[in-house]
């Protein structure tokens, strides 16, 4: 099996930046991406950001310029460092690692919060 655990989260004030981490350990033979996904109350979850193993990056629209994925490969974890938060911004952030040939294995989740 493989654990992912994020870290990081909090409550910060807008305008703020906070960095995330996801850290992936047990089977780990070969990671395809990891990616950080958001859910807001009453939401959908949403892709945030997304890392390949060719280092592709995918953002979505309302982070790009704000929003920083990375990866450290050797300790097999995710950052997302976030600059200029906003109060939608606000969401619980899941952390996805995906394993080739394609399973996905989700973190617990961390709570972001950003006051007005």
Sequence with gaps: QVQVVESG???????????????ASGRIFSINAMGWYRQAPGK???????LTSGGSTNYADSVKGRFTISRNNAKNTVYLQM??????????????????????????GTQVTVSS
Excluded at 90 to 107: L, S
């Design 9 to 23: 989260g909090g409550l910060v004030q807008a305008g703020g930046s906070l960095r995330l981490s996801c850290a």
């Design 44 to 50: 959908q979850r949403e892709l945030v950001a997304l």
């Design 83 to 108: 600059h200029s938060l906003k109060p939608e911004d606000t969401a619980v952030y899941y952390c996805n690692v995906i394993m080739y040939p394609g399973e996905g294995f989700w973190g617990q």
